[in-house]
């Protein structure tokens, strides 16, 4: 009896050792990579301090301006090898902001990924992108063409993404922004007077 809890004191002992002992020696690193999505930027190749203007059926013109543009750089990330512990998850990311425009991509080895293409207060939230576009789009649909002509320019790939509520395109402002290869957004929809804005 004596010899058992002996027995299970040292063990207890030695673990409570190794436990403390191992704070520092039983953690790993791993090397995450710089953001490095080449749709996303195929799609919206803008520019730190790139100023875009848009013109309506009347003549009236918006400018909109990229402020900064940034995207996470490579680093390295620690975490511990312990009891119940978790592997490190490496998580890249890019950001366009500005004035009346904010895009955003943030994605993790899980696989989690999280778009935002927002302009003026409407946001077009989606997972992921691809040669074609959006993809996984929330509170709209998309449709993609070839060899498109959008307000008098032939575009290789343009996307349309208009949304299905109106109380989501009523709040916003906006029912539908174009997106093309290469360009970035080309023109939008305002709601809900439906006039069509276009690059200059």
């Keep these: 009896m004596i010899t058992k809890k002996i027995i299970l004191s040292i063990f207890v002992f030695l673990l409570l050792i190794h436990l403390y002992s191992c704070k520092d020696m039983c953690t790993k690193k791993v090397d995450c ?3 490095s999505n080449a749709q996303f930027f195929k799609w919206f190749p803008y520019t730190q301090g790139q ?4 013109k309506s059926p009347s003549g009236g013109l918006d400018t909109i301006v990229a402020d900064s543009v940034t995207k996470s750089e490579s680093y390295t ?3 511990s090898t ?3 512990s978790k592997p490190a998850v490496c998580s890249t990311m890019t950001q366009i902001a500005g004035r009346e425009i904010y895009i955003s991509y943030l994605s ?7 778009i935002i293409v927002r302009l ?3 946001g077009f939230p989606a997972s992921n992108i691809s040669d074609t576009g959006l993809t996984g789009l929330s509170y709209s649909r998309s449709k993609s063409y070839f060899g498109y002509t959008f307000s008098g320019i032939l575009y290789d790939t343009l996307q349309k993404i208009y949304t299905t509520d109106t109380a989501f395109a009523m709040q916003g402002g906006i029912d539908t922004i174009f997106i093309a290869k290469g360009h970035g957004i080309i023109g939008y929809t305002t709601y809900p007077a439906l006039e069509t804005w276009s690059i200059r």
């Design 33 to 35: 990579p710089s953001f």
């Design 51 to 54: 100023t875009v203007v848009f």
């Design 77 to 79: 990330n620690t975490y």
């Design 82 to 84: 312990g009891f119940s």
């Design 108 to 114: 993790n080895d899980t696989l989690n990924k999280e």
């Design 120 to 122: 003026k207060s409407q």
